[in-house]
């Protein structure tokens, strides 16, 4: 069983930058792929960003690449997601997530556990 807890979200300006922290609560974090979603009002749940769990290959949405980074710290159970020149389309609820599985899955169903989310909001 994994908990997961994010943080960081807010209301900036397009241009700006915001830092989301994901806690997570089990002691073998190292052994899951880790991601983060988005959802926005009438969308469904988008990939944004996974890392993998045995060579921290990174795997990005398209539209993000350039602008987010994510990582991870193994010994403190921390996922983090770093954007960067943040645009009105990247308003979104982002939920962090962790799987069993390899490499960086972009379903979200292929995700077992998830945090409850936080609210990002850009305006123009």
């Known amino acids: 069983q994994v908990q997961l807890v994010e943080s960081g979200g807010g209301l900036v300006q397009a241009g700006a930058s915001l830092r989301l922290s994901c806690a997570a609560s089990?002691?073998?974090?190292?052994?899951?792929?880790m991601a983060w979603f988005r959802q926005a009002p009438g969308n469904k749940r988008e990939f944004v960003a996974a890392m993998s769990r045995t060579d921290d290959r990174t795997f990005y949405l398209e539209s993000v690449k350039g602008r987010f980074i994510i990582s991870r710290d193994n010994a403190v159970n921390m996922l983090y997601l770093q954007m960067n020149s943040l645009k009105p389309e990247d308003t979104a609820v982002y939920y962090c997530?962790?799987?069993?599985?390899?490499?960086?899955?972009?379903?979200?169903?292929?995700?077992?556990?998830w945090g409850q989310g936080t609210q990002v909001t850009v305006s123009p």
């Open positions: 997530a962790a799987s069993s599985y390899l490499g960086g899955p972009r379903s979200p169903t292929l995700y077992e556990w």
């Open positions: 089990a002691s073998t974090f190292s052994s899951y792929t």
